[in-house]
């Protein structure tokens, strides 16, 4: 099979999830134009998450926490870093403090920066690929946008068989 020209500028995708319902994990699957048997995978060099403003006015104690991520199955219970199939998550949780109320000052975004990896980024096969919201202690389900920076890349039988198997949690 002859090789494409390798990809060599940064592309953009661009997802907006919004949760289902408060307190319950929502996961939406980001939608590349490449079929799972092309051996084709992304470089993700950048990772950016912009909570809407609903999730971080309700986290305002101690039991008021939620999550935004990305994970290569659609079939997860919750994105804890401990599951293989989870390749990025932040976690923000309030903080008890005395009076006044609390003030939690959102940070946009929230950002993964991948580039200091070996390669410039993690490698993941192009599909599938989910974005995921979770929260605990909220009232109100949110919005986030996600922007993905990353560059595709061509990769041989063997090594996309190789990459699959990555998945498995390599640590018994």
Do not use: C
Request: proline share 3%.
């Amino acid at each position: 099979m002859a090789k494409a020209k390798k990809d060599v500028f940064v592309n953009r995708a661009l997802q907006r999830i919004t949760m289902s319902a408060a307190n319950t994990l929502t996961l939406q699957q980001v939608n590349f134009a490449v079929g799972i048997f092309q051996g084709v995978a992304i470089v993700l060099h950048r990772i950016k998450y912009y909570v809407g403003s609903t999730a971080w006015r309700e986290t305002s104690g101690s039991t008021d926490s939620f999550q935004v991520g990305m994970t290569v199955s659609g079939q997860l219970a919750d994105i804890a870093m401990t599951q293989a199939e989870v390749v990025d998550m932040h976690e923000i949780t309030g903080v008890a403090a005395g009076t006044p109320a609390n003030l939690l000052l959102p940070v946009l975004p929230i950002l993964s920066d991948l580039t200091g990896l070996p390669g410039s980024g993690l490698l993941v096969a192009a599909n599938p690929i989910y974005v995921a919201a979770d929260s605990s202690g909220l009232t109100t389900a949110f919005t986030v946008d996600v922007e993905i920076l990353f560059t595709f890349i061509e990769l041989s039988d063997a090594d996309y068989i190789e990459l699959i198997q990555s998945r498995v949690q390599a640590n018994i």
